[in-house]
C-alpha cells in the first residue's frame, strides 16, 4: 500500500490479502487440540502470563475432550448456513501448540489437514518453544495447504515480558521469526498494547521492531484486563502502572502505532474480543471488532493518512 485513495482501505487488510490468495472467503476455527504451555505446567512457571484466561476465547466447538475431527466439524457445521462457499482455516489456538512431542504434533495437525473442507493450518505458540525438527515436520506436512504459526510476542521490551511473567525474551522472539522465515512459513504475530508499565513511546518502538522482522501478519490487542487473573489484582493496586484504554485513546494509539508500520506486514485485527461478563477493563460497552475497525478507518481517513506513512527502515 502507498497511498490512501477513496477506494481502497488504508491499511493492508487481512480478509483482502485472504480473498486474493483463495479467491474465497476462508473461515478459521478454533481447535483445542489438549496441549498444555510451558508457563503453566512449571517447566517455565506455575504462574502464567499475569493476563491469561484461556477459556476467555474459546467458542463452544473448541473442546479437548472431543476430536480434533469433531471439533472442525460442529465448527464448519456452525458457519457453513452463514457462508455457503467458503473453504476453513484449522486454528490451533489454544495454549502452546507446537510444545509436545514432535510425533503427536504431526498426528494432531494430519487429523486437522485430512477434514474436508479444510485447507490449511494456523498454529499459535511462544517463541520458545519451536525448533528446525518441528518447523521441518511442519513444512512437510503442509504439501501444497496453507500453513501459518502465530508467535505470541506481546512486547518488544524485555523489562514488560519479565514483569508479566512470559517466560520468554525479545530475542527469543527474533530468533524463532528468523528461524521460521528460513522454512518459508507464513508468520504471524500477536502483540499486546498497553501493559503494565509501557507508554505511547513504547507502542512506536513496537511498531519499529516489529517492522523490521519478516513477518506476515499482525495481530494487535489492547490489554484486557479479565476477571480471577493475576493482573486483576496489581491493575486495583497500582493502576498508575496503566495507560488510558479509554476506546478514544485507543484507537488514537492504534493509528499512531499503523502510521509507524511496514506498509508490507498485512493488519488481522486491532482488538481482542472477551466475554463482556468477564472484563474488569477496558469495557467499551461491549463494541465488537469490526466496530472498532471503523473507527481506526476513519481516524486515518481523517488524518489523511494510512498505513507505513511514518514508516522507515532507516531507524535501527
Ligand atoms: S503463553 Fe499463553 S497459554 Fe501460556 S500462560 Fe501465557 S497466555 Fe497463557
Given at each position: 500500500m502507498s497511498k490512501l485513495s477513496q477506494d481502497i482501505l488504508p491499511y493492508n487488510d487481512f480478509s483482502g490479502y485472504i480473498k486474493r490468495k483463495f479467491g474465497k472467503r476462508v473461515q478459521k476455527i478454533s481447535v483445542d487440540a489438549g496441549f498444555t504451555c510451558p508457563n503453566r505446567d512449571g517447566t517455565k512457571s506455575t504462574g502464567a502470563c499475569i493476563y491469561c484466561a484461556n477459556e476467555s476465547f474459546s467458542p463452544f466447538y473448541c473442546n479437548p475432550k472431543i476430536s480434533i475431527t469433531e471439533q472442525l466439524l460442529k465448527g464448519i457445521e456452525f458457519f457453513s448456513p452463514k457462508y455457503k462457499t467458503q473453504e476453513y482455516l484449522a486454528y490451533f489456538q489454544s495454549y502452546t501448540n507446537t510444545y509436545s512431542n514432535i510425533e503427536l504434533l504431526k498426528e494432531k495437525y494430519s487429523e486437522a489437514l485430512d477434514v474436508k473442507g479444510i485447507c490449511g493450518l494456523v498454529i499459535a505458540t511462544r517463541?520458545?518453544?519451536?525448533?528446525e525438527e518441528i518447523l521441518e515436520m511442519i513444512t512437510n506436512l503442509g504439501n501444497d495447504k496453507y500453513v501459518a504459526i502465530e508467535y505470541g510476542v506481546e512486547s518488544t521490551k524485555d523489562d514488560t515480558l519479565n514483569f508479566i511473567n512470559r517466560g520468554h525474551s525479545w530475542s527469543d522472539t527474533i530468533k524463532a521469526i528468523k528461524l521460521t522465515a528460513k522454512f518459508k512459513i507464513n508468520i504471524g504475530v500477536h502483540l499486546i498494547l498497553g501493559l503494565p508499565g509501557e507508554n505511547h513511546n513504547d507502542f512506536m518502538v513496537h511498531a519499529e521492531r516489529i517492522s523490521k522482522l519478516p513477518i506476515n501478519f499482525l495481530k494487535i490487542h489492547q490489554l484486557q484486563i479479565l476477571k480471577n487473573t493475576p493482573i486483576e489484582k496489581i491493575f486495583k493496586e497500582t493502576p498508575e502502572l496503566f495507560i488510558d484504554l479509554s476506546l478514544e485513546n485507543y484507537v488514537k494509539i492504534v493509528v499512531d502505532f499503523v502510521e509507524r508500520l511496514n506498509p508490507n506486514i498485512i493488519i488481522e485485527r486491532f482488538t481482542g474480543e472477551s466475554p463482556l461478563e468477564m472484563i474488569i477493563y477496558p469495557r467499551w460497552e461491549g463494541k465488537k471488532n469490526y466496530e472498532i475497525t471503523h473507527l481506526v478507518v476513519n481516524e486515518l481517513k481523517r488524518r489523511n493518512s494510512y498505513q507505513g506513512k511514518l514508516y522507515s527502515n532507516e531507524i535501527f
Open positions: 517463541p520458545d518453544c519451536i525448533n
